[in-house]
């Protein structure tokens, strides 16, 4: 059983898909009034730092003029509709009676991170938690496991599990060189990935996750 679960936030314990979509669509009605994005667009955003997609949509504009529309829009709809994934407050809560240290590795700013545990109630849940600024480099770099195993002391990367939801968390569990669960819990489900997106464990509902690892062994 691994020692250490290392949690992607939004799409793995948030569900955020709608306030992702609301706020998104919001965005290009002020900046893009003429472009009609489709919903695998407006999900495209989820895993991204912020800071890549806003250049990448608006690179004309000013970043941090468009960061705090950004925030304005998404306050609102992150207390509106945010949500935990069903029973996923269940596994974290088991992990941590069997001994298993729980840490939070996210590409969302501190006080936006800080403010979903709130709307989540989970704000004191995890052992330790990396968001973006915290590390010099964003997901997919794996400064942020690495910073989580030096705070927690488990070093040993077969202890380590990392789950997550998509593309970015592949990614930074493989250069990190530990074990990937992804997430397609319904309704979320993953964009176009490559013939090398190849995690060790896929899973659907949360209350699978400790049979998932016993099956695996």
């Not at 994934?85 to 501190?110: F, H, M, S, W």
Request: proline share 6%.
């Amino acid at each position: 059983m691994y020692k250490l679960v290392i949690w992607d936030m939004d799409g793995t314990v948030l569900d955020s898909d709608l306030v992702l979509v609301m706020t998104w669509t919001d965005l290009f009605k002020i900046y893009k009034p003429d472009y009609t994005p489709t919903i695998n667009k407006l999900l495209s955003f989820s895993g991204p730092s912020l800071t890549e997609s806003i250049t990448g949509e608006f690179p004309d504009l000013p970043l941090e003029e468009v960061r705090a529309k950004y925030f304005e829009i998404s306050h609102k709809y992150y207390w509106e509709f945010g949500t935990a994934y069903p029973y996923v407050r269940d596994v974290i809560d088991e992990c941590k009676r069997r001994g298993i240290k729980v840490a939070l590795n996210t590409n969302k700013q501190r006080k936006h991170c800080e403010m979903s545990l709130e709307i989540l109630k989970m704000v004191d849940l995890f052992d330790y938690v990396i968001s973006g600024g915290d590390v010099p480099h964003y997901k997919p770099d794996p400064e942020g496991v690495y910073k989580i195993m030096e705070e927690t002391g488990i070093t040993n990367k077969k202890d380590i599990l990392y789950v997550g939801d998509g593309i970015y968390d592949y990614q930074t569990a493989k250069n990190a060189g530990i074990d990937c669960m992804i997430s397609t819990i319904p309704p979320h489900r993953l964009p176009p990935v490559g013939d090398d997106f190849n995690p060790r464990y896929f899973i659907k509902d949360y209350r699978d996750f400790f049979a998932i690892l016993e099956d695996a062994k």
